[in-house]
């Protein structure tokens, strides 16, 4: 999976570090060369080209370490040749803790990045970093992180949903689940559902201290299903601010569509543009009355 090239190899000579090694932009870092690849020890690792992925089933990147940083350095790892079908996955872990995904492009999979705990709540699994990815044409669901104290931000999630695994599939662009989470200055865009499934542009549930604050969510479509720009669920003391959600249209079949949907009296909200949902805000408390 590691290669090191001259260059590289020079300045780590120069630098008295060994050979496994190898500067990408202005990282150190090890080269995932092949896929499906396993990061099995801590460290940065890091793409030097596109990957065009066909698996149906099996992971491309699986971390199986903690404190370990993935750059993607600006490029691609894409499954759309695995059809509408697939059931692998871009990035996966479990029960890891601090890993970082950043910059470069996910694409075509039945769920884009998913780090996961084994039980519910997360016991385990804490300190993530998923910033500056775009997800796009992800069948099922885009970012699914299980942790605590993790940081989504600044990612654009782009055509989510339309996985024919299984009946009925809701659409997700972003679900966090566990305490402390914060999910930041995203964009969000055209999250669809099949059937009778919901379509979510950010959810969080079983989240007591979640941060949700300057996203842009936007094309939230249900066929005959439920819509929800932001939906927060089982997330007491949570933080809603400066989000924009819109819709293209308040949806005229027996289709419900809300802005912000939080099933807590301790969740406060503050500073939210919502528009082009039958019901613009549900629950939670409004903090200042700002919101449009």
Known sequence: ????????????????????????????????????????????????????????????????????????????????????????????????????????????????????????????SQGHLIEDVRLDQNRYEAINVRGNGCIIRNNQVVATGGTTSFANPDGIGIIVQGAGNRVLDNDVSGTTSSGTGNAFGIESTGGDGLVVAGNRVSGVVAPTGLEYAINITVSPHATIRDNTLSNAAIPTTATQSVGLSMDDATDVFTGNVSIGFNTPYSGGTNATGTNF
């Open 1 to 124: 999976m590691t290669r090191t090239t001259p260059a590289a190899m020079t300045m780590l000579a120069l630098m008295g570090l060994g050979p496994a090694a190898v500067r990408a932009e202005t990282t150190l870092c090890t080269v995932i060369t092949s896929l499906p690849a396993t990061i099995s020890s801590p460290g940065v690792y890091c793409l030097e080209s596109d990957f065009a992925y066909t698996s149906a089933n099996v992971n491309a990147i699986t971390i199986a370490a903690n404190n370990v940083t993935l750059d993607l350095n600006a490029h691609k790892i894409g499954d759309l040749g695995a059809g509408t079908a697939t059931g692998a996955v871009g990035v996966f872990a479990i029960n890891q803790q601090n890993i970082t995904i950043k910059n470069g492009t996910i694409r075509g999979f039945e769920l884009g990045i998913f780090i996961t705990d084994g039980t519910n709540p997360p016991a385990t």
